[in-house]
């Protein structure tokens, strides 16, 4: 094998090396790697995507209740009454919630 071609295939195995590495240190520390803190987010409205069991809806509450936003916006069929119920168990008031049950996907 010549010079030239060893160089080529260790400068390929470094960076497959690389590749290998980050890939670990992003699975390792996705928070780190994936999230940008941006400080303080003021919002006209946080949207509820219906879908879920809940989570969604209590983060929702859990930002509303910091001031994010004054209102929260509730969309799916189906499950905006059982997330509208999760806002308002959390604290949120009815009238700071407004639903749009007639989506049925997320396009």
């Given amino acids: 094998m010549g010079s030239a071609r060893k160089r080529r295939w260790l400068w390929v195995l470094a960076l497959l090396g690389l590749l290998a590495a980050g890939g670990m240190v992003g ?8 999230c940008v803190e941006s400080g303080d987010v003021h919002a006209d409205a946080l949207v509820v995507l219906g879908g879920d069991w809940g989570d969604r809806a209590a983060r929702a509450a859990e930002l509303f209740r910091q001031g994010v936003a004054p209102r929260v916006i509730v969309s799916g069929a189906g499950d905006c009454t059982f997330n509208l119920q999760v806002l308002t168990n959390a604290g949120v008031p009815a009238s700071a919630i407004q639903l749009e049950s007639r989506s049925k996907t997320t396009r």
């Fill in 27 to 34: 699975l390792l520390f996705p928070q780190q790697m994936l």
